[in-house]
């Protein structure tokens, strides 16, 4: 019996999947402390709802990858306080993120995530993790699928150019 035919919990981590998880999750840190900063200076009810939604699914990933690292003995990164809530009419018109450019910036970090959680799973060797950033891979796309949605009802989406020259049949 091998040292990778048990439980997989009971595996060694790898060195990629160790990076992959303490990046993770100080990213995750990171974008909750900005995404309730963007809660702060949303004034659409539907976008504000889909940031309470973006905060809450990174607040339920944090808790597996702070397990994992505390599990292997590995230090977690260091996180920013929560922030403190702000009256939108207190944020000065020159200082205030407007709602498509929050909308953007979720766009952004939505795709990014999908493509880290699908990195993360294509190096994991323990089936646990591989499985985990599938599910954390899943989560994002419905959340970018619904934020897809609300860009177009909301006319915020700036499309790429649009190739709309077909060739004559």
């Known amino acids: 019996m091998g040292m990778f035919s048990g439980n997989p919990k009971d595996e060694p981590l790898h060195y990629g999947e160790v990076f992959s998880i303490w990046t993770n999750l100080a990213a995750n840190y990171g974008m909750i402390a900005g995404y309730q900063t963007f809660y702060n200076h949303a004034g659409d009810k539907d976008l504000k709802k889909i940031i309470e939604e973006f ?18 003995g590995i230090a977690l990164p260091p996180a920013p306080p929560e922030r403190a809530d702000a009256r939108l009419e207190d944020i000065p018109p020159g200082a205030k993120f407007n709602d498509p450019e929050i ?50 009802d909301k006319g915020w989406l700036v499309p790429p150019p649009l190739h709309v020259n077909h060739p004559e049949k």
Request: hydrophobic share 45%.
């Open 55 to 72: 905060v809450q699914g990174i607040k339920e990933e944090v808790k597996p990858l702070e397990e994992i690292l505390k599990t292997n």
């Open 103 to 152: 909308s953007a910036a979720l766009s952004l970090d939505a795709a990014a995530c999908l493509v880290a959680c699908s990195q993360a799973m294509g190096m994991s060797i323990r089936e646990d993790i591989g499985l985990m950033y599938g599910q954390f891979h899943t989560a994002k796309a419905l959340l970018g699928a619904k934020l897809l949605r609300l860009n177009k």
